[in-house]
């Protein structure tokens, strides 16, 4: 007794017996196919998200859960990457990341560029 080749995709049917797909008839009962949705615009708007452009440079981010060790971790476009763990060293680290932000180059060309 032999068994029948399987397909190379086990638990799908051959791919001899698939056809392609056809629209549904119309509501209507006219058999033409229905091409947009009632009620959607078919104009392209344009993007309402328009930025000033301006983005982030420098993100500082804080964790203090309570009855744990609190922490904060500076991270700047311009390499800067620093961690600290413990109260007095997060407070410090966020004394020097607002003042890494007179002092980061990239800042300083983006703030000149405006002016």
Do not use: Y
């Not at 017996?17 to 009620?39: I, N, T």
């Amino acid at each position: 007794m032999s068994t029948p080749p399987r397909s190379p995709l086990e638990g799908h049917p051959p791919t001899s017996r698939l056809r392609l797909a056809e629209p549904a008839p119309a509501v209507s009962g006219s058999g033409a196919p229905k091409v947009v949705a009632e009620g959607v615009p078919t104009a392209v708007r344009p993007d309402q998200q328009t930025g000033d452009g301006r983005h982030p440079i420098a993100w500082l981010t804080i964790t203090a859960p309570r009855g744990a060790t609190p922490t904060a971790t500076s991270i700047c476009q311009c390499g800067r990457n620093l961690f600290a763990a413990g109260h007095h060293k997060a407070l410090a680290l966020i004394a020097d990341h607002i003042d890494h932000k007179t002092r980061c180059p990239l800042r300083a060309d983006q703030e000149g560029a405006a002016a």
